[in-house]
C-alpha cells in the first residue's frame, strides 16, 4: 500500500466540455471535446502532473434526450468517445494517473467485460478501475429491450455479475505461466480453474482467456443512491462516488457505507467514499461568482429541464415551471435520486424552474464557488470530519476549469498536507492504499492430464 498518512483520494471526473450544462459555451472550454483525443490527452497529463489518483470516465450507451428542441444544445451529451477504447489510448500516453471506466452490468455480459478489464489492466500496468452501473431505461431499447430491468431485478442480477466477474479473474493462479524456454512449459495448467457458473441470470463456463491481472481485478467502483445500490455498494465497492448536497448528508452516507461495508465482513477503510464536487475557483469570491453568473446567463430553459430530468432518472418536463415539483414526478424515477433533489427543493422552497436551474450549475451533488482558501477549506472540512475520504473533481467547465483547480487550490491543499506531492506507488489500488487481492480458490476442471501445457 501507498502510505501510512492520511490524504486526500482525488480523482477528476472528464465530462467532456465540463460538468455545467452550459459548458461548452464557455470561452474557456472546448467545444469539440467529447471526440478530441487530444482534449483528454491534455486533461490526463495535467492530472498526473498533479499527482491525482485517477481519471474518472462515465457512459451512456444512448443519447439523452430532454425537450425536442434542447438536443442540440446539449453538445456534451451526445458526443462522447467510448470509455474502455479510450482508456488505451491514455493509458499509453501516461505513466501513473489510475482510470476508471464505466462499464454497464445491464448490457454487457460477464466474460466481456472481465476480459476487456483484464486486459486494460495489462495495458496500463495495473491502474485500472471499473465504475459498475445498472444503466437507465433509455438503454433498453438498444440491446432488444422495450423496458429496462426493474428495481427489484437490476441490483440481484449486477450482483451475479460482478461475483461472475470476480471468478473469472481468479481462473488463472498467479504463478500459472511459468513460460519457461528450457523445458517447454509455457503454462500449468494444474493451476487453470475453470468456473462453470450456473445462477439465476448467468451461466459462464470460463476459464478467462488472459493470466491474472497485475491488480488481481480492477478497482471497483460503484455510485448507487437508492437502499439497494448502497448495500451493494458496501458489498463489492472500493471506492464509492456519492453525490450528497450538505456536510450532514455527507456524513450520514459516510457512516451508513462504512457501516455496510463492516456487516459484509470488510475492512471499512478498503471502501473509499468519494462525494463528487464542482468548484469554481477564482482569485476573489467575486471572481467565482461572476464565472457562475456567465455560465448560468448561457443556460436555456429547455436544457435546464432535460438536465434535472436526467439528474432524477425520470421527467419533469409536463410540470408547471413556476410551481413546486410534485411528489408524483418521483413516479419511474430513480428513489435515492429523486429524493435528494426534492429535500433540495424543499429546503430552499424551488420552483420546478429554479430547482432545474439548480440541476444544471453542476452535474456533482456539491457545487462550491470562491477563492481557493474556500474551496480549500470546505474539502478539509468534510475530509477530517468523516464526511469524505476525497473527491471526485467535477469542473464546471474543461479545460479551463481544471486548470484554475490546479493553478489556485492544489497548492493550498498540499500547504496543509493534505494531499500527495509525489506518487510513491505506481497501481490505482497503490494510489487508494489498497491490497492486492490474494488469488481465491475456484471450482476447477482441468482440461489436459498432463497437467501442463507447451505453446
Same mark, same amino acid.
Given at each position: ?161 460482478v461475483e461472475v466477474c470476480l471468478g473469472l479473474w481468479d481462473s488463472w493462479e ?70 450528497? !448536497?450538505?456536510? /450532514?448528508? *455527507? +456524513?450520514?452516507?459516510?457512516?451508513? &457505507?462504512? #457501516?455496510? $461495508?463492516? @456487516? ?75 429524493? !435528494?433533489?426534492? /429535500?433540495? *427543493? +424543499?429546503?430552499?422552497?424551488?420552483? &420546478?424552474? #429554479?430547482? $432545474?436551474? @439548480? ?35 467535477q469542473p464546471a467547465y474543461l479545460p479551463g476549469g481544471f486548470d484554475d483547480y ?23 489500488r497503490e494510489h487508494f492504499g489498497l491490497p492486492r487481492p490474494d488469488w481465491r ?15
Amino acid at each position: 500500500m501507498e502510505q501510512s498518512i492520511r490524504t486526500m483520494r482525488l480523482a477528476l471526473f472528464i465530462n467532456p466540455t465540463g460538468h455545467h450544462q452550459a459548458s461548452w459555451r464557455h470561452p474557456r472550454a472546448d467545444a469539440d471535446a467529447g471526440v478530441s483525443f487530444e482534449h483528454y490527452k491534455r486533461l490526463a497529463l495535467a492530472a498526473e502532473r498533479a499527482k491525482l489518483d485517477a481519471v474518472f470516465l462515465a457512459d451512456n450507451q444512448n443519447v439523452r434526450r430532454g425537450a425536442p428542441e434542447a438536443v442540440g444544445r446539449v453538445a456534451q451529451f451526445v458526443a462522447n468517445f467510448e470509455p474502455l477504447t479510450l482508456i488505451a489510448a491514455l493509458s499509453a500516453v501516461t505513466e501513473r494517473i489510475g482510470f476508471i471506466s464505466t462499464a454497464s452490468a445491464s448490457y454487457n455480459y460477464p466474460y466481456q467485460v472481465a476480459r476487456k478489464f483484464a486486459s486494460l489492466d495489462f495495458i496500463s500496468g495495473g491502474r485500472v478501475g471499473w465504475n459498475i452501473v445498472t444503466s437507465g431505461p433509455p438503454e433498453a431499447p438498444n440491446f432488444g429491450r422495450d423496458e429496462h430491468y426493474g428495481d427489484d431485478v437490476r441490483y440481484i442480477r449486477a450482483a451475479e455479475f460482478v461475483e461472475v466477474c470476480l471468478g473469472l479473474w481468479d481462473s488463472w493462479e498467479d504463478d500459472a505461466f511459468p513460460r519457461d524456454k528450457a523445458t517447454g512449459i509455457f503454462s500449468d495448467l494444474s493451476k487453470m480453474h475453470v468456473l462453470a457458473h450456473e445462477g439465476e441470470y448467468f451461466r459462464v463456463r470460463g476459464p478467462l482467456n488472459i493470466p491474472r491481472s497485475p491488480q488481481g481485478r480492477p478497482l471497483l467502483v460503484q455510485a448507487g443512491a437508492s437502499p439497494a445500490g448502497m448495500d451493494f455498494a458496501a458489498r463489492f465497492a472500493e471506492m464509492v462516488f456519492v453525490t450528497p !448536497q450538505t456536510i /450532514d448528508e *455527507a +456524513r450520514a452516507t459516510y457512516a451508513k &457505507l462504512k #457501516e455496510g $461495508a463492516a @456487516r459484509h465482513g470488510r475492512d471499512p477503510d478498503h471502501l473509499k467514499v468519494m462525494p463528487g464536487l464542482s468548484a469554481i475557483v477564482g482569485h476573489t469570491r467575486r471572481d467565482a461568482e461572476d464565472t457562475f453568473g456567465l455560465l448560468q446567463s448561457l443556460l436555456h430553459p429547455d436544457v435546464t429541464l432535460a438536465a434535472l430530468s436526467f439528474r432524477i432518472q425520470g421527467d419533469v418536463t409536463r410540470y408547471p415551471l413556476d410551481e413546486p415539483l410534485p411528489e408524483s414526478a418521483g413516479a419511474g424515477a430513480n428513489p435515492g435520486f429523486f429524493a !435528494q433533489w426534492m /429535500d433540495v *427543493a +424543499r429546503r430552499e422552497n424551488l420552483t &420546478l424552474r #429554479e430547482l $432545474a436551474l @439548480r440541476a444544471s450549475g453542476s452535474m456533482s451533488g456539491l457545487a462550491v464557488r470562491g477563492s481557493a482558501d474556500d474551496i480549500a477549506d470546505m474539502m478539509e472540512e468534510w475530509f477530517v470530519s468523516g464526511a469524505a475520504d476525497g473527491f471526485n473533481l467535477q469542473p464546471a467547465y474543461l479545460p479551463g476549469g481544471f486548470d484554475d483547480y490546479v493553478e489556485l487550490v492544489l497548492p493550498e491543499l498540499r500547504r496543509r498536507g493534505l494531499v500527495r506531492t509525489e506518487y510513491s506507488g505506481r497501481t490505482l489500488r497503490e494510489h487508494f492504499g489498497l491490497p492486492r487481492p490474494d488469488w481465491r480458490p475456484r471450482p476447477r476442471r482441468v482440461e489436459s492430464g498432463s497437467g501442463t501445457a507447451a505453446k
